[in-house]
C-alpha cells in the first residue's frame, strides 16, 4: 500500500490577535493567543505583566482530505511577512535567496518563550509549505515557510502578521512600519 499523498484542507480555525507582553520587573517577553483584543495589565509574584503590541491573526490545524490525518499546530502562533527591514536578518537572506527562485517566504512564529527552546519542528514546516504550494501554480512561484528563530534581534523586526481580515483592502499600508513591539 503506498503512502497517501496529502491533500491538507484547514480545520479549526480560530480569529483572534496575538499578544506580546513584557514585564517591568524582570523584562521578560512572552505571547500568547487571545481571541478578544484586551491591554488588561497584572501582576503574577514579583513580574507586573504589560501588553505592549497586539496584532490581529488566526490559528488553525490542517486536515487531510484524502486520509484523514489531523496535524495540529497549536505552537503556532501566526505567520509573519519579512517585510526586508534588517539586511544583515537570516530571514531577509533567506528570502532574498529564494526570490531569485521565484519563491516567497514565510515566518512561522511560535509563542515566547517556550518557541525560544522548542521551535516549530521541520517537519510540521514542511506540511505549512506543502499546504500552501497546493493551493498554487507552482510553475509561476513557490511559497517556503521558515522558522522565526531564524530572527536573530526580535526587537528591531518590522515583519507583518498576516491575517484574513483587511487582505484585501485597496488602501496602502503605511510607509513607515514600526517595530513589533
Known amino acids: 500500500m503506498s503512502e497517501c499523498q ?8 480560530q480569529f483572534g490577535f496575538v499578544v506580546f507582553e513584557k514585564c517591568s520587573h524582570c523584562h521578560g517577553l512572552r505571547t ?4 478578544d483584543d484586551t491591554w488588561d495589565e497584572y501582576r503574577e509574584g514579583d513580574c507586573l505583566w504589560s501588553i505592549v503590541e497586539n496584532a490581529q491573526t488566526f490559528r488553525f490545524d490542517l486536515k487531510c482530505v484524502n ?5 495540529t499546530f497549536e505552537e503556532l502562533m501566526g505567520l509573519l511577512y519579512c517585510t526586508g527591514c ?11 535567496q529564494q526570490m531569485e527562485e521565484r519563491t516567497f517566504v514565510l515566518v512561522a512564529f511560535g ?16 506540511i505549512l509549505t506543502d499546504y500552501f504550494n497546493q493551493r ?16 536573530e534581534d526580535l526587537s528591531r523586526c518590522r515583519g507583518e502578521f498576516i491575517h484574513d481580515v483587511g487582505m484585501l483592502s485597496e488602501e496602502q499600508p503605511p510607509a513607515e512600519r514600526k517595530p513589533l513591539f
Not at 536578518?89 to 533567506?94: F, L
Not at 498554487?136 to 530572527?151: A, P
Request: with cysteine.
Open 136 to 151: 498554487r501554480d507552482t510553475s509561476r512561484s513557490r511559497i517556503k515557510i521558515i522558522s522565526f528563530n531564524l530572527i
Open 6 to 13: 496529502h491533500r491538507w484542507e484547514m480545520a479549526n480555525i
Open 111 to 126: 509563542f515566547l518563550p517556550q518557541a525560544r527552546t522548542r521551535p516549530i519542528a521541520q517537519s510540521k514546516l514542511d
Open 32 to 35: 500568547y493567543f487571545a481571541q
Open 86 to 96: 534588517l539586511p544583515d536578518c537570516e530571514v531577509e537572506v533567506i528570502r532574498k
Open 67 to 71: 486520509c484523514g490525518r489531523l496535524e
